[in-house]
C-alpha cells in the first residue's frame, strides 16, 4: 500500500467512524460535523475520461413517452417541429443529451421495425407491449396510442428527433420475435449508402437520401425475461448468431449484449464464459455490456408522500449502484480480463407508482420530489467515478415515465428535479475524473429493513483544463455539513455554487408549481488549496472552481 493511499484509506474510514460515534453520543450535530468532514480533490490521480454518454437517455413506447410525451403531430396545437414537442426539444438540448435508447425496454423485444416506415397513414395499429401482456400492473390500460400503438414515431421520427436534440441514437433490436436477418435489414436500412441496396432507396423514398449512420445497436433486451425468458447460456449463443458477420456499410457498428437485474453477478459470469467458449475473439464484437438496475420506494409507492425514513431507504438503494458497477465489472474480467468489453447501464432509475395527476394509461409517470434528484445526483457520482469502465449510461427514462426528467401532457410540460441535477452535472461530460475521498459523518438507515449506514457526503469531481468541478451530495434530512475541501496539486482561484435543495424533503414541480425545486447560484468562498463550504441539508451542489 503507498503512503497516499494509506492516507486515503485512513480519511476514508477512520474520520468517519469517529464522528459517526460522536453523533451517536449526541454531541452538537452541525459544529461537531464541522471539524470532522473533509473533501481531497487528487489532481494528480486520474481516473479517465467521463463518456458524455455516461449522460444518456431511454425512450420506451410505453405509456406517455413516445405519444404526448414526445410525438404530439405536425397538426397539434402543441408547439412542435415537425411533430416532436418544441419545449421537449429546447430543454433537452441544454443538457447534451449524448445518445438516446429507443424503442424499448420490453418493448423492443415485440416491436417490427418495419411497421414504423414509411407512409403514416399506411402504417399499421399494433397492440403496445405495456398495454395487454402485463395482467399484474396497477394501471388501466384504456385504448389510444397507449394501447393500440398507431406507429406514427417509427425509425426516421426518432432519427428526427435525435438530430433535433444533437444525440447520439442507440437503437434495441428485437432477439425475442423476429431473426436475425431483421436486425442486419435494419441496420442495412438505417446506414446503407444512397443508391446502394434496396434497403437504402426504401429509405430515400422517405426523404432520407443520406444515412442514418446509427452506430449503437442492442442485441434485445433483459434477456432472462421479457427478452426471451433465455438462460445467460442461450443468451450468449443467441448474441453472437445476432451479430455474426452483419453488414457494416462502413459505420463503425457498437453491439451491446443485453445483460442482467441489479445484482445479478452470475448471469454476467455465465454469460461471458459462455460468450468465450469458443474463444476470446468473440470478445471483438461486442462493444458493451449493458446491466439494469432501479431503485423504488417500498409501501404504498407514492413518489411525493414519504417518511424520512423512506427518503433514506431509497437513498441507500440508490448506493446500491457502487457495488453493482464493481461486481460486474469483476465478474466481467474472469472472461476478459484486459476490459474489451465496457460496462453500460441502460436502465437507471428509481421506480415509484404513477401519480393520480396524469392519466392512468400513462402506467408510472409522475414528476419525482427531491429524493429523486439526490438518487440521479449520487447515481451520475457513482458513473463518474468509475469513469474508467463505464461507456454509457441511460436514465429510465426521459418523459413521463419512472425516473423522468421531464412530465408532458398536452399543452403542459415541466421539468422535474431531476432535469436539474442533469442541469448541474453536464460539465462532467468528457471531463478527466479526478480521485477524490470524502469523509464525514455516516448516518444510520434503514434498508430494506436492514440497519445500515450510509455515507454523510459523498461525489465526485471533474477536471477540463483549468475548469475543476466537484459535485457533492448531502443525504442527511436536517443537518448542513461543513466540510473542508483539499485540492491536492492544485489551487483554486475563484469558485460558484449550483444547489439543489428544498424545506420539505417531499417538494417537487407540478403543473401547477413548475419551479417548486429548482437550483439556485451562489457565490462561494473558495481560494487557495484549502477552503471551507457548508453543504445545505438534502441538496445537491456543483462548485465549479477556476484554477490559478
Ligand atoms: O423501463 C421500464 C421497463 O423496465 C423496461 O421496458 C424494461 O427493460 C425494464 O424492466
Not at 443485453?258 to 464464459?273: E, I, Q, S
Request: hydrophobic share 40%.
Amino acid at each position: 500500500m503507498t503512503t497516499r493511499m494509506r492516507r486515503r484509506a485512513f480519511l476514508g474510514t477512520t474520520l468517519s467512524g469517529t464522528a459517526s460515534l460522536l453523533l451517536a453520543r449526541g454531541a452538537p450535530a452541525a459544529r461537531a460535523q464541522a471539524r470532522e468532514s473533509r473533501i481531497e480533490i487528487l489532481l494528480d490521480e486520474p481516473i479517465g475520461t467521463i463518456a458524455p454518454e455516461i449522460y444518456g437517455h431511454f425512450v420506451e413506447h410505453l405509456g406517455g413517452v413516445v405519444y404526448d410525451g414526445i410525438w404530439v403531430g405536425e397538426e397539434s396545437r402543441v408547439p412542435n417541429v415537425a411533430g416532436i414537442r418544441r419545449a421537449l426539444i429546447d430543454r433537452l438540448r441544454t443538457i447534451n443529451p449524448a445518445v438516446i435508447r429507443w424503442p424499448g425496454g420490453c418493448f423492443a423485444d415485440s416491436y417490427d421495425w418495419r411497421d414504423g416506415i414509411g407512409a403514416p397513414e399506411r402504417r399499421p395499429r399494433r397492440t403496445d407491449f405495456w398495454a395487454d401482456t402485463r395482467p399484474s400492473q396497477d394501471r388501466t390500460a384504456t385504448a389510444g396510442p397507449q394501447r393500440f400503438d398507431p406507429n406514427r414515431f417509427g425509425t426516421n421520427e426518432f432519427i428526427r428527433f435525435c438530430r433535433l436534440v444533437g444525440a447520439a441514437p442507440y437503437i434495441a433490436g428485437n432477439v425475442r420475435s423476429l431473426p436475425a436477418k431483421d436486425l442486419y435489414q435494419w441496420i442495412e436500412y438505417c446506414n446503407a449508402p444512397p443508391g446502394s441496396t434496396t434497403m437504402a432507396e426504401t429509405r430515400a423514398a422517405t426523404g432520407e437520401e443520406a444515412p442514418f449512420d446509427v452506430r449503437y445497436w442492442g442485441v434485445g433486451n433483459e434477456p432472462w425475461g421479457c427478452g426471451g425468458n433465455f438462460t445467460a447460456e442461450e443468451y450468449a449463443t443467441e448474441f453472437r448468431r445476432y451479430t455474426a458477420w452483419v453488414p457494416k456499410f462502413g459505420v463503425p457498428i457498437r453491439f451491446i449484449a443485453a445483460g442482467p437485474n441489479g445484482g445479478d453477478r452470475d448471469w454476467t459470469t455465465r454469460f461471458f464464459r459462455a460468450l468465450t467458449a469458443r474463444g476470446a475473439g468473440a470478445l471483438n464484437g461486442v462493444y458493451g455490456f449493458a446491466m439494469h438496475y432501479y431503485c423504488g420506494s417500498t409501501g404504498d409507492r407514492n413518489a411525493v408522500e414519504f417518511t424520512t425514513a423512506d427518503w433514506y431507504d431509497l437513498l441507500a438503494r440508490a448506493d446500491r449502484m457502487e457495488s453493482i458497477v464493481t461486481t460486474h465489472w469483476d465478474a466481467m474480467a474472469e472472461s476478459d480480463p484486459s476490459h474489451k468489453v465496457k460496462l453500460i447501464v441502460d436502465e437507471w432509475g428509481a421506480w415509484h407508482a404513477g401519480s393520480a395527476d396524469l392519466p392512468p394509461n400513462y402506467l408510472w409517470a409522475y414528476s419525482g420530489s427531491l429524493r429523486d434528484a439526490l438518487v440521479a445526483a449520487l447515481t451520475l457520482d457513482t458513473f463518474n467515478r468509475h469513469a474508467d469502465k463505464i461507456a454509457m449510461a441511460n436514465v429510465a427514462q426521459l418523459v413521463n415515465t419512472i425516473h423522468s426528467l421531464f412530465v408532458a401532457h398536452e399543452d403542459r410540460f415541466i421539468v422535474t428535479p431531476n432535469f436539474h441535477v442533469f442541469s448541474m452535472y453536464a460539465a462532467h461530460q468528457g471531463a478527466t475524473a479526478l480521485r477524490t475521498t470524502f469523509a464525514a459523518p455516516t448516518i444510520a438507515v434503514n434498508r430494506d429493513g436492514q440497519p445500515r449506514t450510509l455515507w454523510g457526503l459523498n461525489g465526485s469531481a471533474s477536471r477540463r483544463g483549468s475548469e475543476l468541478m466537484a459535485t457533492v451530495v448531502n443525504p442527511h434530512a436536517t443537518e448542513p455539513r461543513e466540510a473542508t475541501i483539499v485540492l491536492r496539486g492544485a489551487t483554486a482561484r475563484e469558485a460558484r455554487a449550483t444547489v439543489l435543495t428544498a424545506a420539505d424533503l417531499r417538494a417537487h414541480n407540478s403543473f401547477d408549481r413548475p419551479d417548486a425545486v429548482a437550483p439556485v447560484e451562489r457565490v462561494a468562498a473558495a481560494r487557495g488549496t484549502s477552503f471551507v463550504h457548508t453543504f445545505p441539508p438534502a441538496s445537491v451542489t456543483a462548485l465549479r472552481l477556476t484554477l490559478a
